[in-house]
């Protein structure tokens, strides 16, 4: 059983697909420091000057002028503003994973199609060429 999972391990797939998994992870949080850093108070700016993280409802009816302070209350917050950054998270990694395969199938050479093989002849005429020469003899 541990020569079968060190084979399976081994193989090309799991390895690639282990550094995949680190890399994705590593993009992420540079797309989300990107995100959160760069994008969201851009965003805000244009929008009013207001952060989207702080966007939230108190459940508990009272009105609380940042997302920290209705947590601080102690009732529940619907933080709808952190959905908002999450979505526009998604927007941007998508866009950035559009550009990096995009660039990644302009690198790959084209596939060569290879000349197709020279017809033979036909079975009409191996039969014919097999009766001339079976009526020779």
Known sequence: MLKEFKNFIMTGNVIDFAVAVIMAGALGAVIKGFVDNIAMPFVGYFAG???FA???IAMDGNDYATLAAAKEAGGAVIAYGAWINTIINL???GFVMFIIVKAYNKTKKPVEVAPEAPKGPSQE???T???DLL???
């Open 135 to 137: 009526s020779k003899k």
């Open 129 to 131: 060429e097999i009766r």
């Open 49 to 51: 000057g207001f952060d």
């Open 125 to 127: 005429d191996l039969l």
């Open 54 to 56: 702080d966007l939230h």
């Open 91 to 93: 927007l941007i990694v």
